[in-house]
């Protein structure tokens, strides 16, 4: 059985960074064609693409964000994490991880998201 | 990288088919056979409907059938049930030289 769940703090301050760690199971990040990703969603909008991860450890970034993120795995306890520098009131969202097939490029697999709040 | 483009809203009556549409270039959309759709119900994760365009996952109704031409994907939903009142969001391979997904701007579903 799949799952992913994500984890982070719930409340950042302007300027901060944010991090956050994904935990799954029922997977490896070994398995060629396998990918993990980020996605947000602000409160009422849609959903927005961040970051990937792929088996061979490529990663690959939204190009609007790419100098505020950082993505890494540790194979070993199955986690992923994204880290989100400079945090802004706009960036409030939701934030889901979510296992992807990258031979074919969609998302079989989502956390349940973790909202995260951007205010002072 | 631009998101692809879904009407805002649709609707249909218990029974009746709707489709959603999703257009985007010849650098996504219409250049690859790796488009996606998603419904999200309110609060929830999406859930996975169709990929590869056409294809339908293990449990999903075959009431939801997708289909590509030129750069614009549609969604199609058939014998339209308050359950599939929802968001929906398409999602597309956009190459190795941009950032590799796309995703639509969403569409809500209102069953009348």
């Known amino acids: 059985q799949v799952t992913l769940r994500e984890s982070g703090p719930a409340l950042v301050k302007p300027t901060q960074t944010l991090t956050l760690t994904c935990t799954f199971s029922g997977f490896s990040l070994s398995t060629s064609g396998m990918c993990v990703s980020w996605i947000r969603q602000p409160p009422g909008k849609a959903l927005e693409w961040l970051a990937l991860?792929?088996?061979?450890?490529?990663?690959y970034y939204s190009t609007s964000l790419k100098t505020r993120l950082t993505i890494s795995k540790d194979t070993s306890k199955n986690q992923v994490v994204l880290t989100m520098t400079n945090m802004d009131p706009v960036d409030t969202a939701t934030y889901y991880c979510a296992r992807i097939w990258c031979s074919s490029w969609y998302i079989d697999y989502w956390g349940q998201g973790t909202l995260v709040t951007v205010s002072s | 990288q631009s998101a692809l483009t879904q009407p805002r809203s649709v609707s249909g009556s218990p029974g009746q088919s709707v489709t959603i549409s999703c257009t985007g270039t010849?650098?996504?959309?219409?250049?690859?056979?790796?488009v996606s759709w998603y419904q999200q119900h309110p609060g929830k994760a999406p859930k996975l409907m169709i990929y590869?365009?056409?294809k339908r996952p293990s449990g999903v109704p075959d009431r939801f059938s997708g289909s590509k031409s030129g750069n614009t994907a549609s969604l199609t939903i058939s014998g339209l049930q308050a359950e599939d009142e929802a968001d929906y969001y398409c999602c597309s391979y956009a190459g190795s030289y941009t950032f590799h997904v796309v995703f639509g701007g969403g569409t809500k579903l209102t069953v009348l």
């Open positions: 010849s650098s996504d959309v219409g250049g690859y056979n790796y």
């Open positions: 590869d365009v056409s």
């Open positions: 991860i792929d088996w061979d450890d490529d990663k």
